[in-house]
């Protein structure tokens, strides 16, 4: 089919130089010359020029403007986007030549562009009649077909025209409908021809493209629920036609649907979404292709798409707290990052992503008291970032909390090689050792004072050794108790025999060392009091310490 | 007081903006430019104004500013939901349909011009003669002081006898 501009032909000129045209015509201007076809010179070589704004003022100078000046005005005025202007320019060269089929033309897709689909159907009709040639007419017929009024019934020509055009027809006629800016027009305009065409590929990818787009710009403005009434029905549409498009045009209506869905708070109905999205995404893998198929498959910055869908699910479900499924989903994630690190770009957004992400997650199942994941995203941001001093430190209390005593000193000799001369990996080693009895808790505080001494001043050793002694007192309390249980029961059965059967050389003996015992609690208590900084601490020592003292004269009495 | 049997309508608190994320607030991709995120922010703001979306301006400046710095938008990709694919479909679609060039390139309306080849100016153009004609050559009064000095200067130059040309 002959391209309309084939038809009304312009002389093509041999290598205008419109810098020159424009440097002569401006000087004949300036020198007085105000003949229209003059200034109309003038504003098309600003047109070619690329000086739109120029070309419209120097139109606008034109006294008594003819047809093909308000034709140009409209031109300029429709590439702007100023489609009131731009109708009532060509209007108006309409109203001067009516034979003009541009003016016609262009007056019926500004309608479009406005989307008054009555008034451009209306154009529409007058317009057939002058077209050009009989392949234009057709075109045109074509376009009426489509135009007509929902509900209207179509001519059995037009019905024939739709049913018959060729795939050049259909591609201008697509590449026009595209173009009108109007998404209602464009998707109404979409809708009726790919019910008329229901196998053509080209027109059922570009209707499902329209929706999409409006979808996006619905998403875009957080118009959630807006977003699942358009996307739905598409969805459903797609699944069910015959034409088979790209299956990432399922992906994005899925991932739309699902982001839509969990945005409105239905997690639920959002992950069934992205299920499907990712279930999608599994058959067009499967799905041969060419050899290059899987470029698309990774973003211009590295990350692969089964790594987002991952994440979408991962996201989904966490919001839903089933945290233990989430966790499958992010492993898979981390595994989809660390595989395209390589590809990363910049070079590092996709190890700073996964570090970022593992550090948020050990901190959300640390909260929610799933030590075990906390460790092992833990464990991941410390291999993505190995020399990472606060993820060492983090690891160093999980292992801590969690009683691997081993790990925890595995990951203090590595705090040990990253900041050898730093305090706090020395008080993190008293952290991970045992103290169970009386000798390892006063070893323990020599060892304290000795880095309290080594590091004078150091608020952080000073908080840090406070925290200590604080875990320390209930050790305290513990042998406290056991001793007063040791000395009562050696009195209770003191009161139970009588004198002559009491052993009293054994009962100083024990007294005897239960003293001791005492003597070297208090001793350690005070020892203690040193490194407290909360008063409930002190408090708690103090009261140890008069029980000491309560129990060392009860010892020394018997003892003697 | 509404009718017994009257379902009642619970409507949901908003997400809050941390759990929609920056890059859902101001539309734009994971991937977007500085200028991007800028132009994007200036729009919402528009538009938040005019009251065209329900985001509140505090939101949509916070998304910028969580986009702003590389370790918060880090961290902000790290819990966005993805709406498009790897490739972009989304984007290229909507710069196909909604693009820039997309008028130009896909909805043109017929740009028809004049032809003024044989374009001759109106204005009147004198012949040589007429020209000639309107030109009049005034007369050199013999008291002006030019004519002596130049008269004392050609009788001054010597003649070179062998140089002298003679009119054919």
Same mark, same amino acid.
């Given at each position: 089919?002959?391209?309309?501009?084939?038809?009304?032909?312009?002389?093509?000129?041999? !290598?205008?130089?419109?810098?020159?045209?424009?440097?002569?015509?401006?000087?004949?201007?300036?020198?007085?010359?105000?003949?229209?076809?003059?200034?109309?010179?003038?504003?098309?070589?600003?047109?070619?020029?690329?000086?739109?704004?120029?070309?419209?003022?120097?139109?606008?100078?034109?006294?008594?403007?003819?047809?093909?000046?308000?034709?140009?005005?409209?031109?300029?005025?429709?590439?702007?986007?100023?489609?009131?202007?731009?109708?009532?320019?060509?209007?108006?060269?309409?109203?001067?030549?009516?034979?003009?089929?541009?003016?016609?033309?262009?007056?019926?897709?500004?309608?479009?562009?406005?989307?008054?689909?009555?008034?451009?159907?209306?154009?529409?009709?007058?317009?057939?009649?002058?077209?050009?040639?009989?392949?234009?007419?057709?075109?045109?017929?074509?376009?009426?077909?489509?135009?007509?009024?929902?509900?209207?019934?179509?001519?059995?020509?037009?019905?024939?025209?739709?049913?018959?055009?060729?795939?050049?027809?259909?591609?201008?006629?697509?590449?026009?409908?595209?173009?009108?800016?109007?998404?209602?027009?464009?998707?109404?305009?979409?809708?009726?021809?790919?019910?008329?065409?229901?196998?053509?590929?080209?027109?059922?990818?570009?209707?499902?493209?329209?929706?999409?787009?409006?979808?996006?710009?619905?998403?875009?403005?957080?118009?959630?629920?807006?977003?699942?009434?358009?996307?739905?029905?598409?969805?459903?549409?797609?699944?069910?036609?015959?034409?088979?498009?790209?299956?990432?045009?399922?992906?994005?209506?899925?991932?739309?649907?699902?982001?839509?869905?969990?945005?409105?708070?239905?997690?639920?109905?959002?992950?069934?979404?992205?299920?499907?999205?990712?279930?999608?995404?599994?058959?067009?893998?499967?799905?041969?292709?060419?050899?290059?198929?899987?470029?698309?498959?990774?973003?211009?910055?590295?990350?692969?798409?089964?790594?987002?869908?991952?994440?979408?699910?991962?996201?989904?479900? !966490?919001?839903?707290?089933?945290?233990?499924?989430?966790?499958?989903?992010?492993?898979?994630?981390?595994?989809?990052?660390?595989?395209?690190?390589?590809?990363?770009?910049?070079?590092?957004?996709?190890?700073?992503?996964?570090?970022?992400?593992?550090?948020?997650?050990?901190?959300?199942?640390?909260?929610?008291?799933?030590?075990?994941?906390?460790?092992?995203?833990?464990?991941?941001?410390?291999?993505?970032?190995?020399?990472?001093?606060?993820?060492?430190?983090?690891?160093?209390?999980?292992?801590?909390?969690?009683?691997?005593?081993?790990?925890?000193?595995?990951?203090?000799?590595?705090?040990?090689?990253?900041?050898?001369?730093?305090?706090?990996?020395?008080?993190?080693?008293?952290?991970?050792?045992?103290?169970?009895?009386?000798?390892?808790?006063?070893?323990?505080?020599?060892?304290?004072?000795?880095?309290?001494?080594?590091?004078?001043?150091?608020?952080?050793?000073?908080?840090?050794?406070?925290?200590?002694?604080?875990?320390?007192?209930?050790?305290?309390?513990?042998?406290?108790?056991?001793?007063?249980?040791?000395?009562?029961?050696?009195?209770?059965?003191?009161?139970?025999?009588?004198?002559?059967?009491?052993?009293?050389?054994?009962?100083?003996?024990?007294?005897?060392?239960?003293?001791?015992?005492?003597?070297?609690?208090?001793?350690?208590?005070?020892?203690?009091?040193?490194?407290?900084?909360?008063?409930?601490?002190?408090?708690?020592?103090?009261?140890?310490?008069?029980?000491?003292?309560?129990?060392?004269?009860?010892?020394?009495?018997?003892?003697? | 007081?509404?009718?017994?049997?009257?379902?009642?309508?619970?409507?949901?608190?908003?997400?809050?903006?941390?759990?929609?994320?920056?890059?859902?607030?101001?539309?734009?991709?994971?991937?977007?430019?500085?200028?991007?995120?800028?132009?994007?922010?200036?729009?919402?703001?528009?538009?938040?104004?005019?009251?065209?979306?329900?985001?509140?301006?505090?939101?949509?400046?916070?998304?910028?500013?969580?986009?702003?710095?590389?370790?918060?938008?880090?961290?902000?990709?790290?819990?966005?939901?993805?709406?498009?694919?790897?490739?972009?479909?989304?984007?290229?679609?909507?710069?196909?349909?909604?693009?820039?060039?997309?008028?130009?390139?896909?909805?043109?309306?017929?740009?028809?011009?004049?032809?003024?080849?044989?374009?001759?100016?109106?204005?009147?153009?004198?012949?040589?003669?007429?020209?000639?004609?309107?030109?009049?050559?005034?007369?050199?009064?013999?008291?002006?002081?030019?004519?002596?000095?130049?008269?004392?200067?050609?009788?001054?130059?010597?003649?070179?006898?062998?140089?002298?040309?003679?009119?054919?």
């Amino acid at each position: 089919m002959a391209n309309v501009h084939d038809v009304i032909s312009v002389a093509p000129v041999a !290598e205008p130089d419109w810098a020159e045209a424009v440097r002569l015509l401006e000087q004949a201007v300036k020198a007085g010359n105000q003949d229209p076809n003059g200034l109309y010179m003038l504003a098309m070589a600003y047109k070619h020029q690329g000086r739109p704004a120029d070309a419209r003022a120097t139109l606008a100078r034109i006294a008594d403007p003819d047809a093909n000046v308000y034709l140009q005005r409209g031109v300029l005025a429709f590439n702007e986007r100023e489609w009131a202007d731009a109708g009532d320019n060509f209007a108006k060269a309409w109203e001067k030549d009516a034979s003009s089929f541009p003016a016609a033309y262009n007056l019926m897709l500004t309608r479009l562009c406005t989307g008054q689909l009555d008034q451009a159907l209306e154009t529409l009709d007058k317009l057939v009649p002058l077209a050009p040639s009989p392949a234009e007419n057709r075109f045109l017929t074509v376009l009426r077909g489509l135009l007509g009024r929902p509900g209207a019934e179509a001519s059995a020509e037009q019905i024939h025209y739709l049913s018959t055009i060729t795939t050049d027809e259909e591609q201008r006629l697509l590449d026009m409908i595209v173009g009108l800016n109007q998404f209602e027009v464009v998707y109404r305009l979409l809708a009726k021809l790919v019910s008329a065409r229901p196998n053509s590929e080209p027109a059922f990818r570009a209707y499902i493209g329209a929706a999409l787009v409006q979808a996006k710009n619905l998403v875009d403005r957080c118009q959630w629920s807006d977003a699942e009434l358009l996307l739905s029905p598409l969805r459903r549409r797609l699944e069910s036609s015959q034409v088979r498009l790209d299956a990432f045009y399922l992906i994005s209506i899925l991932n739309m649907l699902g982001t839509a869905a969990c945005m409105s708070q239905d997690f639920e109905r959002g992950l069934v979404h992205f299920r499907a999205a990712a279930e999608a995404f599994q058959r067009d893998f499967n799905t041969a292709g060419p050899a290059n198929k899987a470029d698309r498959y990774v973003n211009a910055q590295g990350v692969y798409i089964g790594a987002w869908l991952e994440q979408n699910l991962a996201l989904a479900n !966490e919001a839903l707290g089933r945290l233990e499924i989430a966790e499958a989903h992010w492993n898979r994630y981390f595994d989809y990052l660390e595989h395209y690190f390589p590809r990363s770009l910049p070079p590092d957004y996709l190890q700073n992503l996964a570090f970022a992400n593992a550090s948020r997650l050990a901190d959300l199942f640390s909260r929610k008291e799933k030590w075990l994941a906390a460790a092992r995203f833990l464990e991941r941001a410390h291999r993505i970032r190995p020399t990472d001093y606060e993820t060492l430190e983090r690891l160093f209390h999980m292992y801590t909390q969690m009683k691997r005593t081993d790990d925890a000193r595995k990951v203090l000799r590595r705090l040990r090689e990253v900041r050898p001369n730093d305090p706090q990996a020395e008080l993190f080693e008293l952290e991970v050792r045992e103290a169970r009895k009386l000798d390892e808790v006063d070893a323990l505080l020599t060892d304290l004072k000795r880095i309290a001494q080594r590091f004078p001043n150091d608020t952080r050793v000073e908080e840090r050794g406070a925290a200590i002694v604080h875990n320390l007192v209930p050790i305290l309390d513990r042998i406290a108790d056991q001793y007063a249980s040791q000395v009562n029961k050696v009195v209770d059965q003191m009161r139970r025999l009588p004198s002559y059967q009491i052993n009293w050389p054994t009962v100083r003996e024990i007294m005897h060392d239960m003293e001791d015992k005492y003597l070297f609690l208090r001793r350690v208590a005070q020892k203690c009091l040193a490194h407290v900084t909360s008063d409930d601490t002190r408090r708690e020592l103090h009261r140890l310490i008069s029980h000491c003292d309560r129990k060392i004269d009860q010892c020394h009495s018997l003892a003697e | 007081m509404p009718p017994p049997n009257t379902p009642v309508v619970l409507q949901l608190a908003p997400l809050p903006r941390t759990q929609i994320g920056p890059f859902l607030i101001l539309g734009v991709d994971k991937d977007a430019s500085k200028e991007v995120i800028e132009a994007a922010w200036a729009e919402k703001i528009k538009q938040a104004r005019r009251g065209a979306i329900k985001t509140p301006l505090e939101d949509i400046n916070w998304a910028r500013e969580m986009l702003s710095s590389k370790e918060s938008r880090i961290r902000c990709d790290a819990v966005a939901f993805n709406v498009d694919t790897t490739d972009g479909t989304l984007k290229k679609l909507k710069e196909r349909y909604q693009g820039k060039t997309q008028v130009e390139v896909r909805c043109k309306p017929i740009d028809t011009e004049k032809w003024l080849a044989d374009y001759v100016p109106p204005t009147p153009v004198p012949t040589v003669e007429e020209i000639r004609g309107i030109v009049q050559i005034p007369e050199i009064p013999r008291e002006v002081p030019a004519v002596r000095v130049m008269l004392e200067d050609f009788v001054e130059e010597r003649i070179d006898p062998w140089k002298v040309e003679l009119d054919a």
